[in-house]
């Protein structure tokens, strides 16, 4: 069923004051590196994904208590919608083009999940010793990797990184 086609509940603050929000906007506000949007995406699923999208990426940014800036890590992370997906999977993160992908029948839901995927493979270079580029935290982690910081410092870098965003 199609994004268009389905009812979608949140409970939240209403982010865009009831003015539409598009894909441009999106890459714009949160400084997504690229957007794509399928070219099978019909006009209304795409406005009505974005706006969908949009409120998910600002209750993400409330969440996360952070910048707009956090929610594409910095401008490293890109987006894609109806396109670059897998089949019988709605969303997923690919760490090779540090992008995470929904398909058209994804709700805005899959977004903190796929988001949390590509804050696991960002934080990894920056928290241990010789990771790959597509190793993710958590398995660096879990393998004992040497660490580049105590969990002090990565507190106390949290704070600083909060307000320099």
Known sequence: ????ARTFYRNGPHHREGEAASFALIRRQFDFRSIEIGRWVSPQERDKAAELFHDALCDLMLIL???EALVSLRGSLALQYGSGGRPG?????DPSQRSFALAKNAGPGSIAHEWFHAFDHYIASKCFHGVSARQFASSAWLGDAPRLFTIRSINAWWSVSRLSC
């Open 1 to 4: 069923m199609s994004i268009e």
């Open 65 to 67: 208590q952070g910048p």
């Open 89 to 93: 999977v709605a969303a997923h993160y």
